[in-house]
């Protein structure tokens, strides 16, 4: 059985998007992530947090599979790349939240647009960031 990854707004250690990254890697390696899916694992928003945290996606990836609690793997995280100060999670938190609105510029916007209208949400005028689509596309919100 397909299953999604959970919410891009939950939080490990007060960092958005980790726990998500998790959930992605360890459903893959269960073939439990859905195929749309498999295109964007270690790219997009993997990728920038694997930056934020200055940490190999590949090496996260064999990490996370070991075991754990995501609390764990994120110390692990620390420890093998950096600790982001709290400030800096504040960035994090608040640009991943809003990628999506008003990100012409790179393309994240019409990037938005089209998973919208893949899904059949191109009517929904409230799904203004990437976190808003997943909440709705994954069945978490209406």
């Given at each position: 059985m397909?299953?999604?990854?959970r919410s891009a707004c939950?939080?490990?250690?007060?960092?958005v998007y980790f726990a998500r990254m998790l959930d992605k890697i360890r459903l893959h390696a269960a073939h439990r992530l859905p195929a749309d899916y498999h295109q964007n694992l270690?790219?997009?928003?993997d990728g920038r947090c694997c930056r934020l945290l200055k940490v190999d996606y590949a090496a996260l990836r064999e990490r996370a599979l070991q075991g754990g609690a995501d609390e764990e793997i994120l110390e692990w995280c620390?420890?093998?790349?950096?600790?982001?100060?709290?400030?800096?999670?504040?960035?994090?938190?608040?640009?991943?939240?809003k990628r999506?609105?008003?990100?012409e510029e790179d393309g994240t916007t019409e990037e938005l647009e089209?998973?919208?209208?893949?899904?059949?949400?191109?009517?929904?005028?409230d799904l203004?960031?990437?976190f808003d689509y997943y909440e709705v596309d994954e069945g978490r919100t209406a």
């Open positions: 397909k299953a999604y990854p939950d939080k490990v250690g007060g960092i270690s790219k997009g928003f620390f420890a093998t790349g950096r600790r982001p100060v709290e400030e800096e999670i504040l960035i994090w938190n608040s640009f991943m939240r999506g609105w008003r990100d089209r998973y919208k209208a893949q899904s059949g949400l191109s009517h929904r005028k203004l960031t990437l």
